[in-house]
């Protein structure tokens, strides 16, 4: 079953807005880690956060962990058109630390 | 900034032919692994490589696939009769350790015809 699902599967805003999006996952985590996809091409890492860690930052990258939730958002600031791309969330499962992904959040930053 | 390089970027190939997938992961990684991502679906996790043996494999990755790790710098993906739904995007990654950042390189698309 898959662990990782991203909501919402789409999204369309205007430059300047807040774009949000979540991960939901099913079993215990030892991490999660956000990347981002440009259509056609490879996963760039943005962000890793820990089991122990509640929120991270990284520029205009804020993500948040609610392990009791099973749950993470990751909310990028004051979009730019070039944020537009797809969202994937990663989580290992525990026992195991291979990446596992969901099925992304693609996002569309309208200049 | 080092980074994980896959070679080729695209590789077309008739149905039954064996492919070589090419990668280099970063230098001090010990952590490899093969993804893959049929066009519009999701990224699948083939194969984890450490300590030069196969750490764990999912279901797709069946007795067509096969990876080595001929030197000490190559990772490589062979797949040994190609079908046609072996059509997709293939991406490596590496990693410094277990449960720490994975970082992918930009993919070989492999067609089968």
């Known amino acids: 079953s898959q662990q990782g699902e991203e909501d919402p599967q789409a999204l369309s805003i205007q430059e300047g807005e807040n774009a949000t999006m979540n991960c939901s996952y099913k079993?215990?985590?030892?991490?999660l880690q956000w990347y981002r996809q440009n259509s056609g091409r490879g996963l760039v890492h943005l962000i890793l956060?820990?089991?122990?860690?509640r929120e991270k930052h990284s520029g205009r990258l804020r993500v948040t962990l609610d392990t009791s939730k099973k749950s993470s958002s990751l909310l990028i600031t004051a979009s730019r058109a070039a944020d537009t791309a797809s969202y994937f969330c990663?989580?290992?499962?525990?026992?195991?630390?291979?990446?596992?992904f969901g099925r992304g959040t693609s996002l569309i930053v309208h200049p | 900034e080092p980074e994980v390089t896959q070679t080729p970027s695209h590789q077309v190939t008739q149905m039954g032919q064996e492919v070589i997938l090419r990668c280099v992961p970063i230098?001090?990684?010990?952590?490899f692994y093969w993804y893959r991502q049929i066009l519009g679906q999701k990224v699948e996790f083939l194969v984890s490589?450490?300590?030069?043996?196969?750490?764990?494999k999912s279901e797709i990755f069946d007795d067509q696939f096969s990876v080595e790790r001929p030197d000490g710098s190559n990772f490589t993906l062979k797949i040994r009769s190609t079908k046609l739904e072996d059509s997709a995007m293939y991406f490596c990654?590496?990693?410094?350790?277990?449960?720490?950042?994975?970082?992918f390189g930009q993919g070989t698309r492999l067609t089968v015809v």
């Open positions: 990654a590496s990693g410094r350790q277990g449960a720490t950042e994975a970082f």
């Open positions: 079993t215990s985590i030892n991490n």
């Open positions: 956060i820990r089991s122990n860690e």
């Open positions: 990663a989580t290992d499962r525990g026992g195991s630390y291979i990446p596992t």
């Open positions: 230098s001090n990684h010990l952590y």
């Open positions: 490589f450490y300590n030069n043996e196969i750490s764990e």
